[in-house]
């Protein structure tokens, strides 16, 4: 499998489309089809951009060996996370949800644990 094969593997188990998953890296659709299709070789920078943007694994990317994508620990998922949210307008789903997430005391994070607990008891 091509380097550009493996771009194309990325997006598809990223569900995004040529325009999504170029977005996030500063490029058209153009540039990632003509990468997918072996038009283009994928240059060190779009590389490196795809690795941190999509926590994919750089070994895997350049050579296909080893897992397509990097296991994150639960801060850096968080981390991830916050970082894309940042970058959301203030008044998103999302950035509105966290905020109110934020103001909350300790009464009421010990309520939303138990909360989260009973939705996901089984019986």
Same mark, same amino acid.
């Given at each position: 499998?091509?380097q550009g094969e493996r771009v194309r593997e990325? #997006?598809?188990?990223?569900?995004?489309?040529?325009?999504?998953?170029?977005?996030?890296?500063?490029?058209?659709?153009?540039?990632?089809?003509?990468?997918?299709?072996?038009?283009?070789?994928?240059?060190?920078?779009?590389?490196?951009?795809?690795? #941190?943007?999509?926590?994919?694994?750089?070994?895997?990317?350049?050579?296909?060996?080893?897992?397509?994508?990097?296991?994150?620990?639960?801060?850096?998922?968080?981390?991830?996370?916050?970082?894309?949210?940042?970058?959301?307008?203030?008044?998103?789903?999302?950035?509105?949800?966290?905020?109110?997430?934020?103001?909350?005391?300790?009464?009421?994070?010990?309520?939303?644990?138990?909360?989260?607990?009973?939705?996901?008891?089984?019986?």
């Open positions: 499998m091509t990325i #997006r598809k188990s990223l569900n995004l489309t040529l325009e999504k998953f170029g977005e996030k890296l500063g490029v058209g659709k153009t540039a990632i089809s003509n990468i997918e299709v072996g038009n283009r070789n994928l240059t060190d920078q779009m590389l490196r951009s795809i690795c #941190r943007e999509y926590s994919v694994s750089e070994e895997w990317l350049k050579n296909g060996t080893g897992e397509m994508f990097v296991s994150l620990t639960r801060r850096e998922k968080i981390a991830s996370f916050l970082g894309e949210l940042m970058k959301e307008e203030d008044e998103s789903y999302r950035v509105r949800f966290v905020e109110a997430l934020a103001d909350l005391d300790v009464e009421q994070w010990e309520m939303l644990e138990k909360l989260a607990i009973s939705f996901t008891k089984k019986d």
